[in-house]
């Protein structure tokens, strides 16, 4: 058992010892889950309704599609493009959904006053907060899920296109791809986590041009690591350290170019960020929901 | 009126809202006081702006007070077992609008923790009691204005509040609209609910509310029932047809009469005992009596005369 297993099993362990020790807590969070599933799902169904994100993810289908048309290429070659281009598109749609979903999730409550009706009922604000969040992440994965399966079922088919000719060398790698996309899933979560922390306190606009400066500034954070280190005024090393403790490594769940240069790819390798990911995550939480609790609605 | 126990308690509830523009701050509420009981129906009345929304938004917890307190049932308002016994209405029945009402329903009753077949049942019941049995299947942003305001009664009544909190349940309705919706608060009133109800078409207070406060400015500046609010009637009112001019003249020299105007003859209140001299006088000028009335001041006259006075109170 690795540590990082441990530690997580651990945590599991250390929080229901909690919830079942303590008495006050156990109503609680039996009150709290049906709540924020029922808040998660009506966030769901609200999406699917609304049909902007279907259209936006059969796009994303007719893009990936699109790619096989490539046929001047190499099988290898064409792999490589295949798999790094639809990677690029699950990852880059992904977020950008995730971004313009979760910066809307609460603010459009608010706008729109629906959340007086829910706030009326027995429902905690953190339960709200939650639901939103979890119904977001729902909805990304009921996206990242199709993106994935259509990329997958594109590489398959280019396989079999590709295997009688001469000097065929397609890889389409789909343990790989699977496995890069579900970790292109795990930094949209947390990216989204953060959103919704942005929008309890911020208009629907801030929190989106923040989504995309934390996008840009956790895709290079080995860039801000290098630069704090090398920053000569205090100031600005003390700033950089900040972003980087801060802001999420999110190009720590990147692994689109290991898998499309069909270079060894540890699996292990994903605790790291997954426990960071999931640390991260809830700390953001618990900070949505303290903020939304403080706020006039 | 009911005279029972207390169902909502409000003590020195005041709201100052301050911004980097009003640091000194609004004051949106000031100071309130009330009291209602249970199985009575109270309005707060008042214009625009006189913190009647913002006290109903107190009381549901989703804004703070800046100092005083309110109780429901007994328990703090930030007591989150307070809003298992409430139903509010909120102004302009705001639901998500992609839903139709059966789903709707299905939904709120679900945030109560009722099973699916008891959620079934709610959804039947209530798309009944508020006439929208036939459109349960129309979606929320394609129901009228009526019917909106009617589902959002009903995602109020979900859970069979003991403590109704109406804002504005007629605003923005045709008269028909305002008719059902009266009926319905009405029906509710005799099932034995607690009614807080906001608005300002007085009409509407005047039909269904045992008492009424009058809000101006975050304060309440009168409260009573409608009789004790109106007062004693001042006036004795005699209608007639075929008054001429010169007939009219020489009643109003009578000195029981206070003015004839378009055949209304008026006398003061105190003049009761010279009523049949003044109806014995109309006759002997030819004109005819349709109807002697003391009419009280209507909830408006009242409304319109509290702020009147608040008004000059402030500005001596």
């Not at chain 1, 895709?219 to 205090?234: F, G, K, R, V, W």
């Not at chain 2, 109704?164 to 009405?186: F, V």
């Not at chain 2, 009596?289 to 009419?295: A, D, G, K, Q, Y």
Request: glycine share 8%; net charge neutral; with cysteine.
């Amino acid at each position: 058992m690795t540590p990082q297993l441990a530690f997580l099993i651990g945590l599991f362990i250390v929080i229901v010892a909690l919830v079942l020790t303590r008495k006050q807590w156990a109503p609680a969070v039996l009150h709290a889950v049906p709540s924020i599933w029922r808040i998660a799902k009506i966030t769901v169904a609200e999406a699917r309704r609304r049909r902007v994100i279907q259209a936006v993810v059969i796009l994303v289908v007719l893009i990936l599609i699109s790619m096989t048309f490539f046929s001047y290429l190499s099988p290898q070659e064409q792999s490589r493009m295949l798999i790094s281009g639809g990677l690029a598109a699950v990852t880059v749609f992904g977020i950008l959904l995730a971004i313009f979903v979760a910066a809307f999730l609460i603010p459009q409550e608010l706008e729109n006053r629906t959340v007086y009706a829910i706030l009326a009922k027995p429902v905690r604000r953190f339960e709200f907060v939650l639901g939103k969040y979890v119904g977001a992440l729902i909805i990304l994965a009921v996206i990242v899920v199709t993106m994935t399966v259509v990329l997958v079922g594109v590489l398959l088919l280019q396989d079999k296109l590709v295997q009688d000719l001469p000097d065929s060398a397609f890889d389409p790698n789909i343990g790989g791809v699977v496995f890069a996309a579900v970790m292109s899933y795990f930094a949209i979560a947390v990216l989204t986590a953060l959103i919704v922390l942005i929008s309890t306190v911020a208009s629907t606009t801030m929190t989106i041009i923040s989504a995309f400066i934390i996008w840009a500034v956790g895709s290079l954070q080995s860039t801000i690591s290098d630069l704090a280190a090398h920053a000569e005024l205090p100031v600005t090393k003390a700033l950089l350290t900040i972003v980087y403790i801060v802001v999420p490594k999110l190009e720590n769940f990147d692994f689109r170019h290991e898998v499309s240069n069909f270079m060894p790819v540890s699996y292990m390798a994903a605790w790291n960020p997954l426990l960071q990911g999931i640390g991260y995550v809830a700390v953001v939480m618990i900070l949505a929901s303290v903020f939304f609790n403080d706020r006039q609605v | 009126m009911a005279s029972g126990e207390t169902v909502l308690q409000i003590e020195g509830l005041t709201k100052v809202y301050r911004s980097i523009f009003t640091p000194a701050g609004v004051k949106a509420v000031d100071d309130l006081n009330l009291l209602v009981r249970r199985g009575e129906t109270y309005s707060i009345v008042g214009p625009n702006g006189s913190g009647k929304t913002t006290t109903l938004k107190i009381l549901l917890g989703l804004i703070f007070p800046t100092a005083g307190t309110a109780s429901i049932f007994g328990k703090g308002i930030a007591d989150l077992s307070v809003r298992e016994q409430i139903g509010f209405l909120p102004e302009d029945a705001y639901l998500y609008d992609v839903f139709n009402g059966e789903e709707l329903l299905n939904f709120y009753a679900g945030l109560f923790g009722f099973s699916k077949k008891r959620r079934r049942e709610l959804t039947d019941e209530l798309l009944s009691l508020v006439g929208m049995q036939a459109n349960r299947k129309i979606p929320f942003r394609e129901c009228s204005k009526g019917m909106r305001q009617r589902l959002a009664l009903a995602q109020a009544l979900v859970n069979d509040p003991e403590l109704l909190i109406l804002d504005e349940p007629t605003s923005g309705l045709d008269p028909a609209g305002r008719h059902q919706m009266t009926r319905l608060i009405l029906e509710l009133k005799r099932r034995g609910k607690t009614i807080l109800l906001c608005s300002h078409f007085l009409a509407e207070v005047e039909e269904v509310c045992d008492r009424v406060g009058i809000m101006y400015r975050g304060r309440l500046v009168a409260e009573g029932t409608l009789t004790e609010l109106a007062g004693a009637p001042t006036e004795i009112v005699i209608t007639t047809s075929g008054l001429g001019a010169d007939t009219a003249k020489e009643l109003a020299g009578h000195a029981a009469v206070l003015g004839v105007e378009d055949g209304t003859v008026r006398m003061g209140h105190e003049s009761e005992g010279d009523i049949w001299s003044v109806l014995e006088e109309i006759h002997r000028v030819g004109g005819t009596i349709l109807e002697v009335s003391r009419p009280r001041p209507s909830l408006q006259d009242v409304f319109v005369r509290a702020i009147r006075q608040d008004t000059t109170e402030e500005a001596e």
